[in-house]
């Protein structure tokens, strides 16, 4: 059973292009999570989902960022029109349900020149 | 809501002197607490974590921490530290097993 795994794991992209950050989650897992650590700062939570189902995006800035799990695939964090601010690392941990543990892929780390 | 406060945001300790990493948390709920542990440009990995029953928990590496409900607190703590427990140490708190909001996080240095 492979961990959580995120892709890509490094990331460029010039101010005003899109980035697309995804995360496949464990098998059997239907909860996931983003968070954003940004340099020197902790993790900043983002977003919960479940298949197909936004559950809390009271972490998730108001513009620019989305986050979806559909059915089928991967969970894809979308960043329209970065901006230099938008570097950070992207984290992303899946969980089989509710009261089991979460666990963590490798990150995303995303640079805006 | 839940919130966890790191005291500290480095610590820095000689190599075999105790290490002590802050947490108190705000939860409406008894909490569940963890611990992760982060080296450079790594993921994340679990330490410990305290979901109910004994309040001294026991994780890898020779860590441990111990929930206090009283001083809605949850220290990491290690007798002896070593040159390889130098990373980042991030404190959690959730209501439920993984829901979890971190703390800002406690960079760790180890000297020689």
């Known amino acids: 059973n492979a961990g959580v795994m995120q892709n890509p794991r490094h990331l460029v992209r010039r101010r005003g292009q899109e980035a697309r950050l995804r995360c496949s989650p464990m098998?059997?897992?239907?909860?996931v999570y983003w968070y954003r650590q940004l340099p020197e700062e902790g993790l900043k939570f983002m977003v919960y989902?479940?298949?197909?189902?936004?559950?809390?995006e009271s972490g998730m800035p108001k513009e620019r960022f989305s986050a979806e799990f559909p059915k089928e695939g991967p969970s894809i964090l979308r960043i329209q029109q970065v901006v230099r601010g938008d570097s950070a690392a992207y984290f992303c941990?899946?969980?089989?349900?509710?009261?089991?543990?979460?666990?963590f892929g490798q990150g995303t780390r995303l640079t805006v020149v | 809501a839940q919130s966890v406060t790191q005291l500290g945001s480095h610590v820095s300790v000689s190599e075999g002197a105790l290490v002590l990493l802050r947490c108190n948390y705000s939860?409406?709920?008894?909490?569940?607490l963890f611990w992760y542990v982060q080296y450079p440009n790594q993921g994340l990995q679990l330490l410990l974590k305290?979901?109910?029953?004994?309040?001294l928990v026991k994780g890898i590496n020779g860590f441990e921490a111990e929930f206090k409900k009283s001083e809605t607190s949850f220290h990491l703590t290690k007798p002896s530290a070593h040159m390889s427990d130098a990373a980042e140490y991030f404190c959690?708190?959730?209501?439920?097993?993984?829901?979890?909001?971190f703390g800002a996080g406690t960079r760790l240095t180890v000297k020689p």
């Open positions: 941990a899946s969980a089989e349900g509710q009261n089991t543990e979460a666990f």
């Open positions: 098998k059997g897992h239907s909860h």
């Open positions: 989902l479940q298949k197909e189902n936004i559950i809390d």
């Open positions: 939860s409406s709920v008894p909490p569940y």
């Open positions: 305290y979901t109910t029953g004994a309040t």
């Open positions: 959690a708190v959730s209501e439920t097993n993984n829901d979890m909001r």
